[in-house]
Structures are given as structure tokens and as C-alpha cells.
């Protein structure tokens, strides 16, 4: 496989995704962005209480 279809594969994959829109129904930006946040936040308050030592 060269380079150029490598290329050409992505940009016909690219060109395709906009006809879908990529967005399921049931999920929505607030929920998951929240959601990443809470675990984020799990995972800052887990680091921090193994890290009594400093």
C-alpha cells in the first residue's frame, strides 16, 4: 500500500463521515462531557491520596 492511496482512503473516508454526522441521538455533549469530567475528577482525587507523601 503507497502513500498516495493511504491518502486518497482517508480522504474518501472523510468525505463520507459527513453524511451521517457521527452524532447518535441518545448521546448528548452535556451528558458526555460531564461524565468525562466526573472521572477525570475520580481519577485527580485517587492520584492525590496516594500521593500523601508530598
Known amino acids: 500500500m503507497s502513500l498516495t492511496s493511504t491518502a486518497h482512503q482517508l ?3 472523510a468525505a463520507e463521515g459527513g ?5 447518535h441521538q441518545s448521546l448528548t455533549p452535556f451528558l458526555t462531557g460531564g461524565g ?5 475528577l475520580l481519577l485527580l482525587w485517587i ?5 500523601r507523601d508530598r
Open 11 to 13: 480522504v474518501t473516508l
Open 19 to 23: 453524511e451521517h454526522g457521527g452524532n
Open 36 to 40: 468525562a469530567f466526573a472521572v477525570l
Open 47 to 51: 492520584t492525590t491520596r496516594f500521593n
